[in-house]
């Protein structure tokens, strides 16, 4: 009988153990996050924000949280050329949980991810919604950056007995001053201000996308030369205008355009 206890006992105490050794213990650890954008791949923008803003959302909670309810929500960080994120605003999360991460730049203080606002001329980025890697001792996530707005270049050529354009002086208006991103899908809302013209040839500038009608001018000595265009720019395109100036009044300006993806090009640059 006593050998038969003594075995009931190891048996209880061998039961015992394996559940301990089970059970897992919530710790809250360090989440680091970096970015593919500094590989030499052809779908990485590149950063050209040294600053970005993050929300960390808890994925298995119930109700998931949303950007508004996210525990943590619009963490600045600095990020180097290299893609090397800094240690400031550090995010703690818990081991046993599942979690996302959504990122921007250039960082805004804001306190409604509906509505982050940005203005012509900045490059704006997006990192889509990036599971969290959780281990028990660390956490990680590579949040991969597109650009949101579209880019524009304007050259000027001078066509069949065309003039000397050395001190031509271009002149497009029509485009959008400021737009709005929701960060849930990084789409971008534009917002017609007081308008921007773009006077410079050759110089790439970052535009909000949108539909607008473009008056260009073209002025050579005492002459100016007019058109307009009804211009569609999609996010993420990258697009090349060829302004051709004629000696003749059946065509004075032809105007054609060369359209690339922007996300396809190594670090978004021609």
């Not at 559940?19 to 996050?33: A, G, N």
Request: hydrophobic share 35%; with cysteine.
């Amino acid at each position: 009988m006593k050998k038969i206890q003594i075995l009931i006992c190891l048996l209880v105490s061998l039961t015992s153990c394996t559940k301990e050794t089970l059970t897992t213990t919530s710790e809250l650890v360090p989440l680091s996050f970096n970015t593919n954008s500094s590989l030499t791949t052809k779908a990485d923008p590149g950063l050209t924000s040294n600053t970005v803003g993050v929300y960390v959302l808890q994925t298995d909670a119930s109700p998931a949280s949303t950007l508004y309810t996210a525990p943590y929500q619009n963490v600045k960080y600095s990020v180097d050329a290299s893609g090397v994120f800094s240690t400031t605003g550090s995010v703690l999360v818990s081991n046993i949980n599942a979690y996302s991460a959504i990122s921007y730049a250039p960082y805004k203080s804001v306190s409604d991810p509906a509505a982050v606002p940005f203005s012509y001329g900045e490059d704006v980025l997006y990192a889509s919604p990036t599971t969290v890697s959780v281990g028990q001792t660390t956490a990680s996530a590579t949040l991969g950056y597109v650009h949101k707005m579209s880019r524009i270049t304007f050259n000027l050529v001078s066509g069949s007995n065309g003039p000397d354009l050395t001190n031509a002086k271009l002149s497009v208006s029509g485009f959008y001053s400021s737009c709005t991103m929701n960060l849930a899908d990084g789409s971008l809302i534009p917002i017609m201000g007081d308008g921007v013209i773009i006077t410079d040839a050759g110089t790439p500038k970052f535009i909000v996308p949108g539909t607008m009608t473009l008056s260009i001018k073209v002025a050579v000595g005492t002459y100016a030369y007019t058109t307009s265009v009804i211009f569609k720019a999609l996010s993420s395109n990258d697009y090349a205008y060829s302004i051709t100036v004629n000696n003749n009044a059946t065509t004075p300006l032809e105007v054609n355009c060369n359209v690339i993806p922007w996300n396809s090009i190594n670090a978004g640059n021609l």
